[in-house]
């Protein structure tokens, strides 16, 4: 997914060139009602789908994304990219840490509204510059394929993840 933040093409130029990804935790104190409106939905729990995806499933996916499941599905980049936070990027996953890896693991704030390195760090009058407020369905498509999500429809699915607003 951080792949795909960096494609849409609607992010912040700064914080997109320098910003690192911080993990969900740091989003969290500051936005405690998006954040809980997140955690019960399907992107909160992306890893453990991905984890405990069932063989069948996950043979038909790959073959519909005609991606080569090596191993497992945690354990194929294609797969991978889409179930975790700025995938290979910096402060992204994986990390060295175990518990910094959590806090990226899932699609978690980070992979729709870029790193928040940056936002964290500005002073308050200036936090909105760095960080992507404008979330377009160009972003969501990169993971929501025609393959893997027939029926996406960005309106009606934009309200289902950020049921309140930011």
């Known amino acids: 997914a951080g792949t795909a933040f960096k494609a849409d093409g609607k992010a912040p130029a700064a914080a997109a060139k320098a910003a690192e990804y911080v993990g969900v935790n740091k989003c969290k104190m500051c936005h405690i009602k998006q954040h809980k409106a997140w955690a019960v939905t399907p992107h909160a ?3 453990a789908g991905l ?3 069932d063989p069948k499933k996950a043979a038909e996916m790959s073959a519909a994304l005609k991606v080569e499941i090596k191993g497992s599905p945690t354990a194929t980049d294609a797969c991978v990219t889409c179930h975790v936070t700025g995938f290979q990027l910096a402060g992204g996953y994986p990390q ?8 990226v693991a899932n699609v978690t704030c980070e992979a729709c509204h870029g790193p928040g390195s940056l936002h964290v760090s500005a002073p308050m009058a200036e936090k909105k510059k760095f960080i992507n407020r404008a979330v377009t369905a160009n972003l969501c498509t990169q993971c929501h394929t025609s393959a893997t999500s027939p029926k996406f429809d960005f309106a ?11």
């Open 45 to 47: 729990m992306a890893w």
């Open 51 to 53: 984890k405990n995806a």
């Open 96 to 103: 060295a840490d175990s518990t910094k890896t959590a806090l």
């Open 156 to 166: 009606v699915m934009s309200k289902k993840v950020h049921p309140v607003a930011s």
